[in-house]
């Protein structure tokens, strides 16, 4: 069995129309996807294998995101741990980031393989309401005992924040 879990942050509480993550500076998004097993690498080469993605809101322009290897885990065969196929980086750009990591596991003093996902862009002149983001990851080939915890959602509104204070005399 693997427990895969997605933790989606994001660094502000709010938005503003044309306000810039750009990939310089601090990413609007960070996502990690870890493999919390400790007897099974996740591996499609071993039948086991993790879908992740992330439909980024339309209100984000210009995205642009990269992959990283956080941690490698251990591994049942060749490198533990990968953003996609064997590249231990990956860039990309575009609202749609569909990744096929190979996650190593955790056996006691390697800690869970784990990559992380950094997502950029520019949110835009017209954008209003919410922005509401979710990541996910499915696997195939090995079973999950928690898919509850395979999903991650961050919600930003956009726009001032409103605070409205009432006195009360008399």
Excluded: E, H
């Excluded at 990309?92 to 950029?120: A, H």
């Amino acid at each position: 069995t693997a427990d895969v879990v997605v933790t989606k942050t994001a660094s502000v509480t709010s938005v503003q129309p044309g306000q810039a993550f750009p990939s310089s500076g601090t990413p609007l998004y960070t996502i990690t996807v870890t493999n919390n097993s400790t007897t099974d690498q996740i591996r499609s080469s071993l039948g086991k294998t993790v879908t992740f993605t992330d439909v980024v809101p339309a209100q984000l322009t210009n995205v642009t995101w990269n992959c990283t290897v956080t941690n490698l885990g251990t591994s049942q065969q060749g490198t533990a741990t990968r953003c996609n196929g064997s590249n231990s980086t990956v860039n990309g750009s575009g609202n749609s980031i569909t990744l096929s990591p190979r996650l190593g596991y955790n056996n006691g003093s390697s800690g869970p393989g784990q990559i992380t996902i950094k997502v950029y862009g520019t949110i835009s002149a017209s954008a209003s309401g919410t922005m509401v983001n979710t990541a996910s990851a499915s696997v195939s080939g090995i079973t999950d005992p928690n898919l509850a915890n395979n999903t991650s959602t961050v919600s930003l509104p956009i726009g001032t924040p409103r605070t409205l204070t009432l006195n009360k005399t008399g």
